[in-house]
C-alpha cells in the first residue's frame, strides 16, 4: 500500500481545462496583454470565463506581472496559462511555470524537434528534464514529498500546448501529437491562414482542411485541440468544436474587448447627442 496522501499533497490547484474537456465541455479562455493588475482575473471570472491565456508574446508584460495575474487566479479558481515569446530559452520556460502558470503556451514551433525542447523543460522526468524546485503557488506553497510534486505537475500542473501555426509544424502535426508530454494541439488562425496563404479568406476550404489535420491528430493521439483568433468567425468556432472536438476555446482579449465595448458606448452616446442637436 503506498502511504496516504497528507493535506500538503492534496493543495494542487483544479485544473479546469482537463476537468471540463474529461466531461465534453469546452474550457473558455479570456486573453491578457495589457491589463496587468490583478483586477482583470475577477472581472475575468464574474464573466464566466474558465481560464486565462496571459500573452507574453506580443505584449510588455514581465514574468512578475504574470506571475502575480497566475496566483490570483488560482485563488480565484480560473486555470492560468502562459504564452511565452518565440525562442525565449529554456530558462524563461521553467521560470513562468514555477511561479503560477499551469500551462505553458509555445508560439511558432517549425516541428518535431522544437516541440521536444519545450516538452523538455516544461515537464519532469520521465517526460522531460525540467529541474525540480517548490514552493509553487499550484500547491499554495506547500511542500509536497518531490515524486508527488513532479507526477501532479506533469498531469495537471505544467500542461504544455504546441501552437500548430506554421507550415513546418501542420506536416508534422501527426508526430507532433505522438509525442509524450504533448499535452494541447494549438491552433494560431491569425498565422496558421497566413502561413497557408489563405488570410484573409477564412471560407478557403484550405484552412479548413488544416484544422481538421490538427484536430484528427489530436484525436488519434489522445490529446486535447485548441484554437485561438477564431472568435470573429463563431459559426467556425462552432464546427471546430462539433466536428474536431476542440475543448480550449481562446475568446477576445482584454484591450479587443475594451475597444469593442468603448466604442458602442461611445457611439450610442454620440447618438443621444445627435438627438439633441435634432431639436
Known sequence: MPPATTAAEARLAQNNLQVLAASGRICTALGIKICRGIEIVHIAKAAGYDSLFIDLEHTCMTVSDASQLCITAISAGITPFVRVPHQCGSGLIQRVLDVGAMGVVAPHINGIEDAKEVISVSKYPPFGTRSLSGGFPHFE???????????????????????????????????????????????????????????????????????????????????????????????????????????WIVGGHDVGLLLTGGRANSDLLKRLQSQVAGR
Open 141 to 247: 506553497y506547500a511542500s509536497p514529498s518531490p515524486g508527488f510534486l513532479m507526477e501532479q505537475m506533469n498531469r495537471s500542473g505544467s500542461q504544455c500546448f504546441i501552437m500548430i501555426e506554421t507550415v513546418k509544424a501542420l506536416e508534422a502535426v501527426d508526430d507532433i501529437a505522438a509525442l509524450p508530454g504533448c499535452d494541447v494541439l494549438l491552433v494560431g488562425s491569425q498565422d496558421l491562414a497566413t502561413a497557408i496563404g489563405t488570410l484573409p479568406d477564412w471560407d478557403d476550404p484550405r484552412f479548413w482542411n488544416a484544422l481538421e489535420a490538427v484536430g484528427n491528430a489530436a484525436k488519434k493521439h489522445g490529446k486535447l485541440m485548441g484554437i485561438a483568433g477564431l472568435y470573429h468567425r463563431p459559426d467556425i468556432l462552432e464546427k471546430v468544436i462539433k466536428e474536431l472536438g476542440a475543448r
